[in-house]
């Protein structure tokens, strides 16, 4: 008899096991589904009102039309998506896991011997997919969005130049500016442009008239002038005087290799090494021109002064390309921190819904928002700023996300204690 009383618990729980487990699967695919529904339903909505703001700047700053803005939504998606997306996981964690706390479901849990761990440990799942596809929507971002708004300006500059021309007698771009008195039809009168030439000084044309006509197969766009007078912008250069009809062009991609140095964080993360390589190179160039400068003026074989304007702009393009070098090595670590904030910003936002129990999801959100705002993205900045500065390495860009990681976890060793 005794025996078999000492027996019973243990076939009991041997009986119970299945039960519980099945049980715990059906309550962390509920769990799963309900954050789904929100998560997704939320990231639609957000997604799209971030698509209007952008689409609005693109449009006021470009002066794009509506057949040009329409060829944008594309490139401008994977913007929109890697900034809505952080926001909207915190959003849908408050709301799911606010509402199971508020209706003692947990309580239930915790009554059947089960650990809350069980409920968290979906919302956490979800969030880790979301970071890995939040990194790469950076990446795209970065590397294939920006170039594809860059080429559909391109492609669209006559009619976006003329159609600001007409309006405000007035257009700017990278690469070019104008001024005219009036357009009649194609033909601007009395046009003053001005041409950028990378670093080089920009070259200053007037005309009595001309006309626009984009090539996009060179990429490049063709100026015909009447009567045109073309003079360094300064005035202290060359100039010459062309009477008739004189035809010049100008590029709307700068190609020039300091052009390519500017713009070396723009790559995608397999593109940066490779990048970072020819940055260390070009600023090691400009580390043996200053040495060969100071040795010079030392031996006095070619006397220098302090103020030569070779060493000041050795030392100058030795300090700028430090800064890009800093910025390289900070890019990869910044664009993997931004994504992971999904995952971080679920570990805050699960256990504060949680100790919170509060159905009304918006205090929810809004609580754990705060530390968010007031933490995260401070300390975030502030590593950017810092790395790209070189004062700090640049893992000191996931501070920010470290922070929020303690404070998740002793959050979430309270609720599994108590």
């Given at each position: ?51 209007f703001v952008g689409l609005g700047e ?81 990446d795209v971002a970065v590397s294939w ?148 400068l100071g040795v010079c003026d030392a ?120």
């Amino acid at each position: 008899m005794i025996h078999q009383a000492t027996q019973r618990p243990t076939l009991v729980a041997a009986h119970m096991a299945p039960c519980r487990a099945e049980f715990m699967g059906i309550f962390q695919r509920y769990i799963l589904w309900e954050l789904a529904k929100v998560f997704f339903l939320t990231l639609g909505i957000l997604t799209l009102l971030m698509m209007f703001v952008g689409l609005g700047e693109q449009a006021i700053r470009e002066g794009l039309g509506i057949g040009p803005l329409l060829k944008t939504v594309p490139y401008l998606l994977p913007d929109a998506l890697r900034f809505s997306m952080p926001g909207t996981m915190l959003f849908a964690v408050c709301t799911v896991y606010g509402r199971v706390s508020a209706l003692n479901e947990l309580t239930a849990l915790k009554s059947a011997g089960i650990s809350p761990s069980v409920a968290i440990l979906p919302g956490l799942m979800l969030a880790f997919v979301a970071s890995v596809m939040a990194v790469w929507l950076n990446d795209v971002a970065v590397s294939w969005g920006e170039a594809g708004v860059r080429r559909v300006v391109i492609e669209s500059i006559e009619e976006i130049a003329y159609g600001m021309l007409r309006t405000k007698r007035a257009f700017n771009s990278e690469r070019f500016s104008v001024l005219v008195k009036d357009v009649e039809g194609h033909t601007l009168i009395r046009p003053e442009i001005l041409i950028s030439k990378g670093r080089s000084e920009p070259i200053s044309i007037s005309a009595a008239s001309a006309e626009l006509t984009a090539d996009n197969r060179l990429d490049r766009l063709i100026v015909t002038l009447t009567d045109s007078r073309i003079q360094t912008a300064s005035g202290g250069g060359q100039w010459f005087e062309h009477p008739g009809t004189m035809r010049t062009s100008i590029s709307l991609v700068d190609d020039s290799p300091d052009n390519e140095l500017d713009n070396s964080y723009r790559g995608s993360l397999g593109e940066l090494p490779g990048k970072q390589r020819m940055m260390t190179g070009y600023q090691r160039d400009m580390a043996r021109s200053i040495a060969f400068l100071g040795v010079c003026d030392a031996l006095t074989i070619h006397p220098t002064h302090p103020t030569d304007p070779r060493m000041d702009e050795a030392l100058k393009q030795h300090h700028w390309s430090q800064t890009q070098l800093h910025r390289l090595y900070a890019e990869p670590y910044r664009r993997w921190a931004n994504g992971f904030s999904c995952l971080f910003f679920a570990m805050l936002g699960i256990p504060l819904a949680i100790r919170q129990r509060n159905t009304d999801f918006v205090s929810s959100f809004f609580s754990a928002f705060l530390p968010v705002l007031l933490l995260y993205y401070p300390l975030l900045a502030m590593g950017i700023d810092r790395t790209k500065a070189g004062a700090w390495y640049p893992i000191s860009v996931w501070l920010g996300n470290v922070v929020l990681l303690l404070i998740g976890l002793w959050l979430t060793r309270k609720i599994l204690r108590y």
